[in-house]
């Protein structure tokens, strides 16, 4: 498996991953599937140098999930902070690609001008939690009871994590 940059032509990918964790409530406060044309946009508009989506294919090609890179905030202050979000497919979760991408994020931020990532993750997701404590991310607050998923009130973990 290898990561590289996405391009228009893994939107579709893209969109089928993210669509395929909205049922579970456990990675997306969407309710209802997006749409390739939905998320155009989100992939053409932005910066590549330094805020870039990258895909995971297998040799056969298959995308098996996605990591993005956002703006923290969206001012010019905050340029050296990201968020980051990571979506596998199913049938490759729990199979090391999350650990690659968070791997390859760190070594990354350097060349991206980013000093802190930022990993917004539902406090009753325990394996991204881990996941993301697992490579030094600590826990920077908590916003209680600020999304609302199947009539029950969740929390959101706020972690981070300073590049060194």
Not at 29 to 35: F, L, R, W, Y
Not at 41 to 59: G, H
Not at 64 to 71: E, I, K, M, R
Not at 103 to 111: L, T, V
């Amino acid at each position: 498996m290898y990561i590289r940059d996405a391009q228009i032509t893994d939107l579709t990918a893209i969109v089928q991953i993210y669509n395929s964790t909205i049922s579970d409530r456990m990675a997306t406060a969407d309710t209802t599937p997006v749409t390739v044309e939905s998320r155009l946009p989100w992939l053409q508009n932005r910066d590549f140098r330094y805020r870039p989506v990258w895909v995971m294919e297998t040799t056969e090609k298959e995308t098996v999930g996605w990591l993005s890179f956002n703006h923290f905030y969206g001012r010019p202050a905050y340029h050296h902070t990201a968020e980051i979000s990571i979506y596998v497919a199913e049938n490759y979760r729990r199979c090391g690609i999350g650990s690659q991408f968070l791997e390859k994020a760190i070594a990354d931020c350097p060349q991206l001008e980013i000093k802190i990532l930022l990993g917004f993750i539902f406090a009753h997701n325990q394996p991204s939690l881990i996941l993301f404590k697992n490579y030094g991310f600590q826990s920077w607050g908590l916003l209680p009871q600020v999304a609302e998923l199947d009539n029950q009130e969740k929390d959101l973990e706020i972690l981070g994590l300073k590049i060194k």
